[in-house]
T-cell receptor, first 113, second 110 residues
Framework: GALVYQYPRRTICKSGTSMRMECQAVGFQATSVAWYRQSPQKTFELIAL?????????EQNFTQEKFPISHPNLSFSSMTVLNAYLEDRGLYLC?????????FGKGTRLTVV | QQKVQQSPESLTVSEGAMASLNCTFS??????FRWYRQHSAKGLEVLVS????GEKEEGRFTAHLNRANLHVSLHIREPQPSDSAVYLC??????????FGKGTHLHVLP
């Protein structure tokens, strides 16, 4: 079956430092990968969508300078939160698609101290 | 930009009573509509995925889609206390984006 693994599952970083999280697609080829953030008491916001052979598209309020994304092959994507501050804390979710269905990982929970 | 609105924000039902959740959206041309469940800010569990107008049942969960009315609902038959969670409506757009609603907090009382 199709699965998406995210790691780490939980991480803590000091304010002002950076943190990299990874997303691995297993059992299918991830032609597009979307990254989402769920801040405390909020729903999932789309950060950016990465599609093979296309530029990565960031949503309003999110930038490549803050959340650089790499999607080097059809099974892997990573995103870094640069210069993390309190407002960056939350659950970061990766959604990978190889066809009509999208598969989500269990997320990386980021705590900023 | 597709907008997704869920109601109610919070719902309390007794164990065994039907729970009904609603979701309205702004663009009926989207590909697919899904209901997810999230326990205590953990990952997402997909409950029902529906594409065509009408009903789709997955166990105790039934989704009903009406594109013309821009509405999709979720009905939970015989809910248990373990079904207490946040239920998220998600619209899978034609642009490969999934747009989530803000969720309905369901509380099932024993």
């Amino acid at each position: 079956g199709a699965l998406v693994y995210q790691y780490p599952r939980r991480t803590i970083c000091k304010s002002g430092t950076s943190m990299r999280m990874e997303c691995q697609a297993v059992g299918f080829q991830a032609t597009s990968v979307a990254w989402y953030r769920q801040s405390p008491q909020k729903t999932f916001e789309l950060i950016a969508l990465s599609t093979v052979n296309s530029a990565i598209k960031y949503e309003q309020n999110f930038t490549q300078e803050k959340f650089p994304i790499s999607h080097p092959n059809l099974s892997f994507s990573s995103m870094t939160v640069l210069n993390a501050y309190l407002e960056d804390r939350g659950l970061y979710l990766c959604g990978a698609r190889g066809g009509p269905e999208v598969f989500f990982g269990k997320g990386t929970r980021l705590t900023v101290v | 930009q597709q907008k997704v609105q869920q109601s109610p924000e919070s719902l309390t039902v007794s164990e065994g009573a039907m729970a009904s959740l609603n979701c309205t959206f702004s663009d009926g041309t989207s590909n697919n509509f899904r209901w997810y469940r999230q326990h205590s800010a953990k990952g997402l569990e997909v409950l029902v995925s529906i594409f065509s107008d009408g009903e789709k049942e997955e166990g105790r969960f039934t989704a009903h889609l009406n594109r013309a009315n821009l509405h999709v609902s979720l009905h939970i038959r015989e809910p248990q206390p373990s079904d207490s969670a946040v239920y998220l409506c998600a619209i899978d757009t034609n642009a490969y984006k999934v747009i989530f609603g803000k969720g309905t907090h369901l509380h099932v009382l024993p």
